[in-house]
């Protein structure tokens, strides 16, 4: 092979070398704009459901509140009943069970 065609051989593996690595480069520029808005999406979704959280545990701990209150007013009015011998319906008072 003469000094023209090795020439120009290095010339086209060249060229073709810088039109991959410009290619290589362009997709993982637009992989990490991709990446970066799902990480935003994703921060953003953990955001609300972390806030959602926190207002779900407020309400059931506002419930669980008001249902022992209202498991005491219902104990005070079935001793009233008993101390009237007065048979309640149920004769037996449920036991509380662990919902945790």
């Known amino acids: 092979m003469d000094a023209g065609t090795i020439t120009a051989i290095v010339g086209a593996f060249t060229a073709l070398g810088a039109g991959a690595w410009k290619l290589i480069d362009r997709a993982d520029k637009k992989r990490e704009r991709r990446e970066v ?3 935003e999406l994703l921060k953003a979704r953990v955001a609300a ?31 009233q009943l008993v101390a009237n011998h007065i048979d ?13």
């Open 37 to 39: 808005k799902v990480e």
């Open 49 to 79: 459901l972390e806030a959602e959280k926190a207002g779900i545990t407020s309400e059931n701990g506002a419930l669980r509140r008001y249902c022992s209150r209202v498991k005491s007013a219902a104990g005070k009015w079935r001793e």
């Open 88 to 100: 309640p319906v149920p004769a037996e008072w449920p036991e509380e069970e662990a919902h945790e």
